[in-house]
């Protein structure tokens, strides 16, 4: 098919790997699964109301005899009762001593390809039943096999209770996800098995062979580590078993006011968002992760754009994780913003910390200690962005300049991804901003950036399929700012002129205006150093 398939998960990290199969792999000889390093199996059993897999008997009984962990899998019908197909699994999947937990498959299939073709409220219903009659005839709740499509659509927010078993072959789980096994390939090649299908499913499980073999003991992974009595202890500023919302208050260098966050009761929807308020007046709301608890929420301004971000440490499961919250300000609009939750720069600190998770700990990693509104000089500052465009940006070869864009003494970082974007940093008492945030470049539109060193005077040239000429702005309060532009039809001679600006400027005015702006020496804006070049020169 052409795919290459880049899975293939860390076993320092996940020790414990099993395959889940079926008919489709026939019988199966697993002495020879078990020398491939096979800890564990989950065989098919059972699917709707009546179907039995034919090679169920066979596979379980034979699996067993080698001393292979072994559990029974369901394939859950969107148009049987809950209590049908219970009865079904429950006729013919015996209760084995260290048997794993029940699982439950919930996927889409056949002419049931999306949540628009089927009655969600339902299949949760019916769902429901089924998981709660296995777990009173097993003693243990089912585990849930998802895929991402039926995970967000009929699973996420209604069944936290369950263990998770989640389907991701292109990719790793979403960090948002708490899974227990993670099915990471559908299309791995193992000796041992001649049925007509080739391939077999690979899975990990998430944690260690100790916790592995606690699994199926009368606990699910929910309670290992002692999570649930743990986390009840440690004080928290919300939690999912609240009966109330919070409200947290922060401050920050960054805000001229009280900042507030109203974070809500808890109830299952994945709607559910989190308000973000100045002073009592409401500036946006956002989506959130909604872990088991938050025990810690503080601002800082991770990526030194002068605008706040939030950092919240929680438990989830019963182990410590954080949630990064990155601030924004909509383009054009200055006094509005958003939040967006940052995975990539998640993944680097969860590199460097380990599970070493603080606050404290993760903006020090990202912020080399420094506070945005309490930084001393500017070379400190510009040696922290570059060390954070250096996290952000690892796979670019990026470049950097000391400019002098605006009207005083203190020069401007620039950042240049050659030939796609540039973003340029100013710094002044104390605080460092982002007037220019990823402009792109290159060599359709916009070709390049210029600017009169100390005249805060800018302008770039751009082209589309009828037009050029030049567009100029200027910096205000921390914005690149259009002031006013010129254009040209190609093959004509008259140029246009545009002005953006507040000024009342007669069509004569405006020419000479734009003629006597353009008439400046302006010079190219670009990176000319490397990181280790540029940090040379702010020592």
């Known amino acids: 098919m052409g795919i290459i398939h880049f899975n293939n998960p860390s076993r320092e990290e996940y020790p414990v790997v099993g395959v889940d199969v079926s008919k489709y792999q026939g019988a199966i000889d697993w002495n020879q699964l078990i020398e491939q390093d096979i800890s564990f199996a989950y065989i098919k ?7 039995v897999d034919e090679y169920y008997d066979a596979n379980f009984n034979n699996a067993l005899k080698t001393g292979i962990r072994v559990g029974a899998y369901h394939f859950f019908s969107f148009e049987s009762s809950g209590k049908k197909q219970a009865e079904n699994y429950c006729k013919n999947v015996s209760i084995t001593e260290g048997m794993l937990p029940p699982v439950i498959d919930v996927e889409y299939y056949g002419d049931k390809k999306c949540v628009d073709d089927i009655d969600v409220d339902i299949v949760r219903k019916n769902l429901r039943e089924m998981v709660d009659i296995l777990e009173e005839e097993y003693g243990l709740k089912p585990v849930l096999y998802v895929t991402k499509n039926s995970y967000d659509t009929i699973v996420n927010g ?75 202890e440690i004080e928290s500023l919300w939690s999912k078993e609240s009966a109330s919302e919070s409200s947290v208050k922060l401050e920050s260098k960054l805000v001229d006011g009280e900042i507030e966050l109203i974070i809500p009761q808890y109830n299952g929807s994945s709607d559910q968002r989190v308000e973000y308020l100045i002073d009592g007046e409401k500036k946006c709301d956002f989506n959130f992760i909604f872990p088991e608890q938050i025990t810690e929420i503080e601002t800082c301004d991770y990526n030194f754009d002068g605008n706040v971000d939030i950092v919240f440490v929680g438990y989830n499961h019963g182990k410590k994780d954080f ?17 967006v939750n940052d995975d990539d720069i998640e993944s680097y600190v969860e590199k ?20 945005n509104g309490e930084i001393s000089s500017y070379s400190d500052a510009y040696k922290a962005i570059v060390a954070f465009n250096q996290i952000e940006n690892e796979s670019l070869d990026l470049k950097y300049s000391l400019v002098y864009i605006d009207e005083d003494d203190i020069p401007e970082l620039l950042v240049d991804d050659t030939g796609y974007w540039i973003s340029v940093y100013s710094f002044s008492n104390s605080i460092v901003t982002e007037p220019m945030e990823y402009c792109a470049y290159g060599v359709g539109g916009c070709v390049n950036y210029e600017y009169v060193p100390y005249k805060n005077s800018l302008r770039y040239f751009g082209h589309d399929m009828e037009t050029y000429g030049h567009t100029l702005m200027t910096i205000e309060n921390n914005k690149l700012v259009t002031t006013y532009s010129e254009d040209c039809y190609y093959e004509e001679e008259t140029v246009n002129y545009n002005n953006y600006t507040d000024e009342q400027l007669s069509p004569e005015e405006l020419k000479n205006k734009v003629e006597e702006y353009n008439s400046c020496a302006f010079e190219e804006l670009y990176g000319e150093y490397t990181e280790e070049e540029i940090i040379e020169q702010l020592q």
């Open 158 to 232: 209604y069944f936290d209770d369950c263990d998770l078993w989640y389907r991701s072959v292109y990719s790793k789980v979403p960090k948002e996800v708490n899974w227990t096994f993670w099915q990471y390939s559908n299309r791995t090649v193992l000796n041992g098995y001649e049925g007509e299908e080739r391939y077999i499913d690979v899975n990990v499980f998430n944690g260690t062979r100790e916790e592995f073999e606690e699994l199926g003991s009368g606990t699910n992974v929910h309670d290992l580590n002692g999570s649930s009595e743990e986390t009840k």
């Open 323 to 339: 949630w990064l919250y990155r601030g924004c300000v909509r383009e054009y609009e200055e006094d509005t913003c958003y939040f």
């Open 352 to 371: 460097e910390l380990s599970d070493d998770y603080s606050a404290e700990n993760i903006i020090n990693a990202l912020t080399n200690g420094l506070v």
């Open 45 to 51: 059993a059972t699917e709707g109301s009546s179907h």
